[in-house]
């Protein structure tokens, strides 16, 4: 399966972003769908998934201002980024677990600035 992640960009503080990230095939049968992120010098890092069953996960760094979420017709899942801050600018990568096996999309980048 392939990941099309998009929606990432410069933005300043308190600012807004979508992210979106188009799966190749349906997604209603995934394990899980989600994002993680990635700044200079620091490890990846969970920022949100959907579970089988429509259950969320999110980092504690996020909860409140990011929302995930996902439409199986379009085959793809959102992250609405809100209140956005410097700290969040990282690379974020979309990611799906199927049969237990790890997929990745290509990162998009999200810059927090002003």
């Known amino acids: 399966v392939q990941l099309q992640a998009s929606g990432g960009g410069l933005v300043q503080p308190g600012g807004s972003l979508r992210l979106s990230c188009a799966a190749s095939?349906?997604?209603?049968?995934?394990?899980?769908m989600g994002w993680y992120r990635q700044a200079p010098g620091k490890q990846r890092e969970l920022v949100a998934r959907?579970?089988?069953?429509?259950?969320?996960n999110y980092a504690d760094s996020v909860k409140g201002r990011f929302t995930i979420s996902r439409d199986n017709a379009k085959d793809t899942v959102y992250l609405q980024m809100n209140s956005l801050k410097p700290e969040d600018t990282a690379v974020y990568l979309c990611?799906?677990?199927?049969?237990?096996?790890?997929?990745w999309g290509q990162g998009t980048q999200v810059t927090v600035s002003s």
């Open positions: 959907i579970i089988s069953g429509d259950n969320t």
């Open positions: 990611h799906a677990v199927i049969r237990r096996r790890d997929y």
């Open positions: 095939r349906g997604i209603f049968s995934f394990d899980a």
